[in-house]
């Protein structure tokens, strides 16, 4: 964002039960985030806009894509879900109620485990302590439902609707979402330009913040 900011006028959305939005819903679905997308670009008077979206919000984003067309000139997915079965088996297993209650009466153990995985994840230091303010940020249910949701998604069938320029952004060291998920995207849309980081995992843009910018800025600049 504040690579970002200096060149376009941004927003950063975050979905209910996340961040600092509030936790208005009884559902936390991949569609409530697609219709609030929708319905943020509705209050603020956004006719189109460019979609760039992380991980699930790469996957919400290609849902806005596919269902509400009219709304978006360009998409960039960064180590994004096409499948949800390609996330790492433990956050399949958080999608399961014992086991997020369970995680979630235990947030020092969580906040521990990715303390000490961090290396494997990010080379960035900083995201540790960004991660886990917003894991203090989150619900049961917001948690719950969302991975839920998101490993029950498959989007590989309709992207094929997508018709403006796409580009996939992944990381070869992702251990979060399977790296290889630029293969289905390619294969849903010819036309997608794919962008792959040697050095990178889930986080390209603070393991190869350099590259990063400079190749999500030639695609928005296209």
Do not use: C
């Amino acid at each position: 964002m504040a690579y970002l900011g200096q060149h376009y006028r941004t927003y950063a959305l975050d979905f209910w039960g996340f961040g600092e939005s509030g936790k208005k819903l009884s559902s936390y679905e991949i569609q409530d985030f697609v219709n609030m997308v929708d319905e943020f670009m509705d209050q603020l008077g956004i006719v189109q806009a460019p979609l760039v979206g992380h991980s699930m919000g790469g996957t919400v984003s290609l849902s806005v894509a596919i269902q509400h067309p009219e709304r978006v000139t360009k998409v960039t997915v960064i180590g994004s879900p096409v499948s949800g079965s390609s996330l790492a088996l433990l956050l399949k297993m958080a999608g399961y109620r014992p086991i997020a209650v369970l995680v979630h009466n235990m947030m020092w153990a969580l906040k521990l485990g990715i303390k000490l995985s961090t290396p494997l994840i990010t080379r960035d230091s900083r995201w540790y302590s960004m991660i886990a303010q917003d894991l203090d940020r989150t619900t049961v249910e917001s948690f719950l439902i969302s991975i839920s949701s998101l490993h029950k998604t498959n989007l590989t069938k309709e992207i094929k609707k997508i018709k403006v320029p796409v580009m996939g952004m992944y990381g070869n060291k992702d251990i979060i979402v399977d790296p290889g998920q630029w293969k289905l995207l390619k294969h849903g849309i010819p036309h997608a330009r794919i962008a792959r980081f040697a050095k990178a995992g889930h986080f390209p843009m603070l393991d190869q913040p350099r590259i990063f910018q400079k190749t999500l800025r030639e695609f928005l600049d296209d």
